[in-house]
């Protein structure tokens, strides 16, 4: 599911000579899935052609991990624990964060490459790699 987000609603620019048959979108869940179809053609302007779009895990799995380190981390229940929790800031050193890993590996059945682990800094960072090595062992 891809989304653009803005600070405070989900919104999406389009150059002036694109026509509505152009561009299609629905939304879903908050977030807004944009497909393109250009009836074959190569006439889209180069920043729609070199288009980034950025994927975020869904909101149960999120929510999963949060419940997770949280409870990794045996903090309180007063804790806010959200997607943008940064594991060093909810006080996790190097050991927690392997124990972190360890327990949503056992707890989603997937196996987390120790490069991958690495670059996990936030909630939404693990949610975001376990959807995609779910997604992965899936296909």
Same mark, same amino acid.
Do not use: W, Y
């Given at each position: 599911?891809?989304?653009?987000?803005?600070?405070?609603?989900?919104?999406?620019?389009?150059?002036?000579?694109?026509?509505?048959?152009?561009?299609?979108?629905?939304?879903?869940?908050?977030? #807004?899935?944009?497909?393109?179809?250009?009836?074959?053609?190569?006439?889209?302007?180069?920043?729609?052609?070199?288009?980034?779009?950025?994927?975020?895990?869904?909101?149960?799995?999120?929510?999963?991990?949060?419940?997770?380190? #949280?409870?990794?981390?045996?903090? #309180?229940?007063?804790?806010?624990?959200?997607?943008?929790?940064?594991?060093? $800031?909810?006080?996790?050193?190097?050991?927690? $964060?392997?124990?972190?890993?360890?327990?949503?590996?056992?707890?989603?059945?997937?196996?987390?490459?120790?490069?991958?682990?690495?670059?996990?800094? $936030?909630?939404?960072?693990?949610?975001?790699?376990?959807? #995609?090595?779910?997604?992965?062992?899936?296909?």
């Amino acid at each position: 599911m891809a989304a653009f987000t803005g600070a405070s609603s989900t919104t999406l620019i389009s150059p002036p000579h694109l026509s509505r048959q152009c561009l299609a979108s629905t939304r879903i869940s908050g977030l #807004k899935m944009v497909s393109f179809s250009n009836s074959g053609k190569s006439n889209l302007p180069v920043s729609f052609r070199r288009l980034q779009i950025s994927c975020a895990a869904k909101p149960e799995t999120v929510e999963k991990v949060c419940n997770i380190v #949280k409870k990794q981390l045996a903090l #309180k229940d007063d804790v806010s624990v959200a997607g943008d929790s940064k594991f060093a $800031t909810l006080g996790a050193d190097s050991l927690d $964060t392997v124990e972190i890993v360890m327990a949503l590996e056992e707890a989603f059945g997937i196996t987390v490459e120790e490069e991958s682990a690495q670059s996990i800094a $936030t909630v939404q960072d693990a949610a975001d790699l376990i959807e #995609k090595l779910c997604e992965k062992d899936s296909a």
